[in-house]
């Protein structure tokens, strides 16, 4: 039986958020007096919750971590969340994908509240069933809770319905842990021993070798 229902990563997978997430934890550290990490290591936090990139490349403890996420989000909030662009082709390979009937959505660690206003900003908003996130207050973070959350606003769906799209091992876990089938982008912030590791189902090398796998996977 073919797969009805995608669900999307949003940075690193549909978006190159690379910009405003390198410069909200730069201004997160600076305003902490804390060492500004090198760039490679910058740009690692792109995609895995932000807590615990802060803990993880910064030593931090989970007070500071959480003390780092709230002064990250002074200026993303603002201006961060804007310093972002659609890779290109995605709009094309969401309609396409839309055209064929499925049902797609946006799973992403990134605060719910902001995967709207983003997905809102590039006119995509339409395409999605459900934007689905973590919660402000902190909680849902975990890639695997997001998932499942986003898999359950489908009544009647079992997780056979599912793929899960993304660029980093969170969203490979996240998809294993919940029986979704998994496809990771090499176009994003995870490289691809990271991601053969978990075996997904299949790996893009552009958005629109992406819209080729998924046509074939939900047929």
């Not at 660690?109 to 999605?128: C, E, H, M, Q």
């Amino acid at each position: 039986m073919p797969r009805t229902t995608i669900l999307f990563d949003l940075d690193g997978t549909l978006t190159d958020s690379k910009d405003g997430i390198v410069n909200c934890v730069r201004y997160a550290l600076e305003k902490m007096g804390a060492p500004i990490p090198p760039e490679d290591v910058l740009q690692s936090f792109v995609g895995p919750p932000l807590v615990d990139s802060f803990k993880t490349c910064c030593g931090f403890s989970d007070e500071q971590a959480w003390e780092a996420v709230r002064t990250y989000r002074e200026r993303f909030g603002t201006i961060g969340l804007m310093e972002n662009a659609l890779y290109d082709g995605v709009p094309q390979m969401l309609e396409a994908l839309h055209a064929e009937g499925l049902h797609l959505s946006i799973a992403t660690s990134k605060p719910t509240v902001y995967a709207k206003r983003i997905v809102r900003n590039f006119g995509i908003d339409g395409l999605f069933d459900h934007v689905v996130g973590s919660n402000i207050d902190g909680s849902r973070v975990d890639k695997t809770e997001v998932v499942r959350f986003a898999m359950g606003q489908y009544a009647n769906a079992t997780s056979d319905d599912f793929i899960m799209v993304g660029d980093r091992r969170h969203d490979m876990v996240g998809a294993a842990n919940c029986g979704a089938l998994a496809v990771g982008v090499l176009y994003g912030y995870g490289s691809r021993e990271e991601l053969e590791t978990f075996k997904p189902a299949a790996l893009a090398e552009s958005v629109a070798d992406l819209r080729d796998v998924l046509l074939r996977l939900t047929r």
